[in-house]
């Protein structure tokens, strides 16, 4: 895996230099800037772990498709300075991968746990959490480049996360066997990430979202959601009257063209912040942003790990951090009555 490079980095100096004078660096840098009309890496909420990957595929697909008279008009134009042949070199194209279901995919994945078994997630720190496998379905895993399965868990009452959401889910590969149902998986203390201080008890957990006053943002490291409509064309509904009651057995309420617009704008809404945006613009630790998105801490970990351990956030996830985002950043300015009805 390609590795950045940043001030906390381990990894040798003469590494950090091979990394850009290869211009692995200049190539992660582009990915994170890239847009045209297929791509636009600004809505896709890139993260960290997935620009190294792209790099390292980019850089495998160049070394599968090498030809030789690739390799001569650029030695070409390394001695003679052609700058047609470094500007023109040859078009790659990358196959777009199958969109259909491996065939018998289901036979050839047998899940390992049952429901009814209790299990725990692998412990990547001081804590994990715990529970009982009431279900499971198929997905693609990114992190493993096949088919796998997920597992939807019952938490037990007394695991750590079991306080804010009763069911997680999680991978085959992230959770094992817990025959003693959690009674050895008791939190000592709870890990806070980057030495930040957490004052608040487990009693106060629900209830504190900052331990400290937001620090001031700059737009590298903030996510505000965009203040232009994704779909200008749109802009000219939003403001039409609303549709009209219609009274009977059954109350329901008449779609107009306005309400029929904002469905769609927002069903195609790229409304999104990233786990380590969140967490990089306000003083939170991982066990709230566990609580924004209902998830179990576990599954939290995973999200802000490296390598083999690294797992991406559904787009569900996404979108609670984005919201959590803009009402910390708006919350005063909405009318106490919307506050109501929102229950706020």
């Given at each position: 895996?390609?590795?950045?490079?940043?001030?906390?980095?381990?990894?040798?100096?003469?590494?950090?230099?091979?990394?850009?004078d290869?211009?692995?660096?200049q190539?992660?840098?582009?990915?994170?800037?890239?847009?045209?009309?297929?791509?636009?890496?600004?809505?896709?909420?890139?993260?960290?772990?997935?620009?190294?990957?792209?790099?390292?595929?980019?850089?495998?697909?160049?070394?599968?498709n090498?030809?030789?008279?690739?390799?001569?008009?650029?030695?070409?134009?390394?001695?003679?300075?052609?700058?047609?042949?470094?500007?023109?070199?040859?078009?790659?194209?990358?196959?777009?991968?199958?969109?259909?279901?491996?065939?018998?995919?289901?036979?050839?994945?047998?899940?390992?746990?049952?429901?009814?078994?209790?299990?725990?997630?692998?412990?990547?720190?001081?804590?994990?959490?715990?529970?009982?496998?009431?279900?499971?379905?198929?997905?693609?895993?990114?992190?493993?480049?096949?088919?796998?399965?997920?597992?939807?868990i019952?938490?037990?009452?007394?695991?750590?996360?079991?306080?804010?959401?009763?069911?997680?889910?999680?991978?085959?590969?992230?959770?094992?066997?817990?025959?003693?149902?959690g009674?050895?998986?008791?939190?000592?203390?709870?890990?806070?990430?980057?030495?930040?201080?957490?004052?608040?008890?487990?009693?106060?957990?629900?209830?504190?979202?900052?331990?400290?006053?937001?620090?001031?943002?700059t737009?590298?490291?903030?996510?505000?959601?965009?203040?232009?409509?994704?779909?200008?064309?749109?802009?000219?509904?939003?403001?039409?009257?609303?549709?009209?009651?219609?009274?009977?057995?059954?109350?329901?309420?008449?779609?107009?063209?306005?309400?029929?617009?904002?469905?769609?704008?927002?069903?195609?809404?790229?409304?999104?912040?990233?786990?380590?945006?969140?967490?990089?613009?306000?003083?939170?630790?991982?066990?709230?942003?566990?609580?924004?998105?209902?998830?179990?801490?576990?599954?939290?970990?995973?999200?802000?790990?490296?390598?083999?351990?690294?797992?991406?956030?559904?787009?569900?996830?996404?979108?609670?951090?984005?919201?959590?985002?803009?009402?910390?950043?708006?919350?005063?300015?909405?009318?106490?009555?919307f506050r109501?009805?929102?229950?706020?």
């Amino acid at each position: 895996m390609v590795e950045t490079i940043n001030k906390e980095t381990t990894r040798p100096l003469a590494y950090q230099q091979a990394l850009e004078d290869f211009g692995i660096n200049q190539l992660i840098s582009y990915l994170q800037n890239y847009s045209d009309a297929d791509f636009s890496a600004a809505s896709m909420n890139l993260e960290e772990q997935e620009l190294e990957s792209l790099a390292a595929l980019l850089v495998k697909h160049l070394l599968n498709n090498l030809k030789g008279k690739l390799i001569a008009s650029y030695l070409h134009a390394i001695r003679y300075g052609d700058s047609d042949v470094r500007s023109h070199p040859t078009n790659l194209e990358i196959p777009l991968p199958a969109d259909e279901l491996p065939a018998n995919f289901v036979q050839q994945i047998i899940p390992r746990y049952q429901e009814g078994d209790r299990v725990r997630w692998q412990p990547l720190t001081n804590i994990t959490d715990w529970g009982t496998i009431i279900g499971h379905f198929y997905a693609y895993a990114s992190h493993l480049g096949q088919w796998s399965i997920y597992y939807l868990i019952s938490l037990a009452p007394n695991s750590p996360s079991s306080t804010w959401t009763v069911t997680d889910i999680a991978w085959e590969d992230d959770i094992e066997p817990n025959s003693d149902n959690g009674a050895n998986s008791t939190l000592e203390s709870r890990e806070i990430p980057n030495n930040r201080t957490q004052s608040d008890s487990d009693s106060t957990l629900a209830t504190n979202f900052l331990v400290s006053p937001p620090s001031p943002t700059t737009p590298n490291n903030t996510s505000s959601p965009s203040k232009s409509l994704p779909y200008p064309w749109l802009q000219r509904y939003l403001h039409t009257p609303p549709g009209s009651y219609r009274y009977g057995r059954i109350t329901e309420r008449i779609l107009t063209k306005r309400e029929q617009e904002i469905i769609k704008l927002y069903s195609y809404c790229q409304l999104g912040m990233t786990p380590q945006r969140f967490y990089a613009k306000w003083a939170v630790n991982q066990d709230r942003i566990a609580m924004i998105c209902s998830r179990s801490i576990s599954t939290v970990r995973r999200w802000f790990s490296k390598g083999r351990n690294y797992r991406r956030p559904m787009s569900n996830d996404l979108r609670h951090l984005a919201i959590m985002d803009f009402l910390l950043e708006h919350f005063e300015e909405i009318p106490q009555e919307f506050r109501n009805l929102l229950n706020c």
